[in-house]
């Protein structure tokens, strides 16, 4: 059983960027489906970016063009390089894997982290 932790989150003004790091323990990350959610105060969590185990990557249109996924095998990480913040950005950032089927539903990810948090100020 894989066990997840997030790095990186902080206070950004708009425009700015972060690199957040999602490390693993306890079981290879390059055999999972990795994808990053974020959950914006009073709204639900919602589908950032995956990444399959090949490589094959694919992001929420929200933040197309601005944000990177991307792994490390040799860190056993997977990251999330996110550029040209905006204030909307600002929620709890959560990494997540699956073995099988990781999509873009919470629902298809038994494996969590606890979140870090990401506050992009305007």
């Known amino acids: 059983q894989v066990q997840l932790v997030e790095s990186g989150g902080g206070l950004v003004q708009a425009g700015g960027s972060l690199r957040l790091s999602c490390a693993a323990s306890?079981?290879?990350?390059?055999?999972?489906?990795v994808g990053w959610f974020r959950q914006a105060p009073g709204k639900a969590r919602e589908f950032v970016a995956a990444i399959r185990s090949k490589g094959m990557s694919y992001y929420a249109d929200s933040v197309k063009g601005r944000v990177t996924i991307s792994r490390d095998n040799a860190k056993n990480t997977v990251d999330l390089q996110m550029n040209s913040l905006k204030f909307e950005d600002t929620a709890v950032y959560f990494c997540?894997?699956?073995?099988?089927?990781?999509?873009?539903?919470?629902?298809?990810?038994?494996?969590w982290g606890q979140g870090t948090q990401v506050t992009v100020s305007s």
């Open positions: 997540a894997a699956s073995v099988y089927y990781g999509g873009t539903s919470e629902n298809t990810y038994p494996y």
């Open positions: 306890g079981s290879t990350l390059s055999m999972y489906v």
